[in-house]
């Protein structure tokens, strides 16, 4: 059992060993946040980050973490930096560019992810 300290309100908790380091209702609340998140996306395309934090109540910051980790898209914004870890270009979302992510891809032993979005290892 490996026990840590929530990383949003610094709660002992349980730590299951993969994401986060969140407690329970820090994860839900994060969960709910982002649906609150992608419905307003849903109905309003366009918005920019500083639209949905004032439609939804959610932190710019909480915003920016799930452009960083590739779960909503901004188009047309610059995304306050975001660059590939690998080449170093300008991206909408996530940690690496699509032309990193192809060549990541075709490696020997790379991780590949189906249409349902498991992962395999390729051998």
């Keep these: 059992m490996e026990f840590k300290i929530c990383d949003n309100c610094n709660m002992i908790f349980q730590y299951k060993g993969s994401g986060d380091v969140l407690c329970p209702s820090c994860t839900k609340k994060d969960d709910e946040d982002y649906e609150k998140v992608k419905a307003f996306l849903a109905e309003n395309p366009g918005a920019g980050e500083e639209e949905i934090a004032g439609g939804t109540g959610v932190s710019m910051k909480f915003i920016a ?19 590939c870890k690998y080449c170093g270009i300008s991206i909408q979302s996530g940690k690496y ?6 060549k990541f891809a075709l490696e020997p032993g790379a991780v ?12």
């Design 65 to 83: 973490k799930l452009v960083k980790d590739d779960r909503i898209t901004i188009k047309g914004q610059n995304n306050q930096g975001l660059t």
């Design 97 to 102: 560019c699509a032309d990193c992510k192809r």
């Design 112 to 123: 590949r992810i189906d249409g349902t979005g498991m992962r395999f290892l390729r051998r």
